[in-house]
């Protein structure tokens, strides 16, 4: 998540209090989610789905350990499941949109996936 919502921050807000970017990052994924349903495309839908439920997986895994990071895999595990996942469908999601053959489409999502680890790194 982004500046003032993510685990470090979470910790220290008292239970129930939000800060704004938190509501600006709903707002976000709200449209997003409504934009994604608009395309009235199964295969958009699920690969959202999937992505969505792989980055909430990674958060929580994250936000249950009382300290910083064990391990520079664990690190890494946190980043293939929210960071580069979520990098993985926006290169994905637009050429199941497209008229693109199976092998175009894992491509894109490859490359999608591999360009989300830079900017955790």
Do not use: H
Request: glycine fraction near 10%; proline fraction near 4%.
């Amino acid at each position: 998540m982004g500046r003032g919502c993510g685990a470090g921050s979470r910790r220290s807000t008292p239970a129930g209090l939000r800060q704004p970017a938190c509501w600006w990052e709903t707002w976000l994924f709200t449209r997003a989610a409504e934009l994604i349903l608009g395309t009235r495309t199964l295969p958009v839908i699920e690969m959202f789905t999937r992505t969505m439920s792989m980055m909430v997986e990674g958060e929580v895994s994250q936000l249950a350990r009382e300290r910083a990071i064990s391990s520079r895999e664990e690190y890494f595990c946190w980043i293939g499941a929210k960071t580069a996942t979520l990098f993985e469908f926006a290169c994905g999601a637009p050429a199941l949109l497209g008229v693109v053959d199976e092998q175009a489409f894992n491509s894109v999502r490859r490359f999608g996936y591999g360009l989300g680890w830079p900017s955790r790194l």
